[in-house]
């Protein structure tokens, strides 16, 4: 549904890229409950000094 723009890692975590992958945004998303919850927002180079597992 997303296309190429969206990665899911563990957790029910799932990585957005936005702008052109200029910024990235990772969310935790709980499916039954229908609730997400913004765990990180930051430029690509900021996500790379992250672990988006545990973030």
Do not use: W
């Amino acid at each position: 549904m997303f296309g190429t723009t969206v990665d899911f890692v563990g957790d029910n975590r799932v990585v957005f890229d936005i702008s052109g992958n200029k910024y990235r945004l990772v969310a935790h998303v709980a499916f039954p409950y229908k609730r997400v919850l913004i765990k990180f927002v930051g430029t690509h180079g900021e996500y790379d000094r992250i672990d988006a597992e545990t973030v």
